[in-house]
């Protein structure tokens, strides 16, 4: 049996609701910590959560991959809202979550998928030599997204000299936003990204400020630290455009 306890019972339901705007199924990874990975059913965006050792009271340790439905997990934890305790645990193939809201306590079971975990992507992403990486007010980044949104169903993101610059192009016209930065920008990149993709995973964060890295024909990283020891990783590949006749 492997129990954990978790010490902010709010933060966890923040954190699954982090990756919880593409993904359907996910890989729940128990250890010191805890870890879950995935990806969108058409291999667009991959994430990786980890809650650290600050977050959790291990209870009984052990480790083991499973993999069940995200969709299902989201269910069961709006179930929880505002919990005094929330407590994980998987024993003989079954997820129990367990809860006490005030004077009431909670308990769900949630069975494991039969099918095999997918191998682990993000050691070789992580790998990537993303040369472009700035931080960035999460909101104003969402609201450069949602200017290209008016015309189009990608964006072209570039960074040059201190600031960042999206365009979009439709049928009716173009936009274009460009936003200064005071801490810089390592380096000089362009790419192409899914819009919709690219929404769907900011407005899922919670934090004010995230981290971005990407690259020309590369995917884009976008990275939210959680706490000292968590944090959820989005990765993003990029848009390929059609030649046109």
Request: proline residues 2%.
């Amino acid at each position: 049996m492997i129990e954990y306890n978790f010490k902010d019972p709010q933060f966890f339901l923040r954190c699954i609701k982090s990756i919880s705007a593409i993904a359907d199924n996910t890989v729940l990874q128990f250890g010191k910590r805890l870890r879950t990975y995935g990806m969108d059913g058409s291999r667009i965006c991959l994430y990786e959560l980890v809650i650290g050792e600050s977050e959790l009271d291990i209870i009984h340790d052990g480790k083991i991959n499973i993999m069940i439905y995200l969709t299902d997990l989201q269910k069961i934890l709006a179930r929880f809202r505002n919990p005094d305790e929330l407590t994980i645990i998987y024993d003989q193939n079954t997820i129990t979550i367990k809860g006490k809201i005030a004077n009431r306590n909670k308990t769900f079971k949630l069975g494991i998928l039969d099918d095999d975990v997918p191998h682990d992507p993000m050691e070789a992403l992580n790998k990537l030599a993303l040369d472009s990486v700035f931080k960035m007010d999460l909101s104003g980044f969402l609201d450069m997204i949602e200017d290209a949104e008016v015309y189009s169903d990608s964006f072209k993101i570039e960074t040059k000299d201190d600031k960042i610059i999206t365009t979009a192009f439709g049928n009716v016209g173009e936009s274009m936003t460009e936003v200064y930065l005071e801490e810089g920008i390592t380096a000089e990149e362009q790419c192409n990204y899914a819009l919709s993709f690219a929404k769907g995973i900011l407005k899922s964060l919670g934090s004010s400020e995230v981290t971005i890295s990407f690259a020309h024909d590369k995917p884009i990283m976008i990275f939210d630290k959680l706490s000292k020891d968590s944090f959820v990783r989005w990765y993003l590949a990029p848009r390929v455009e059609q030649d046109e006749d």
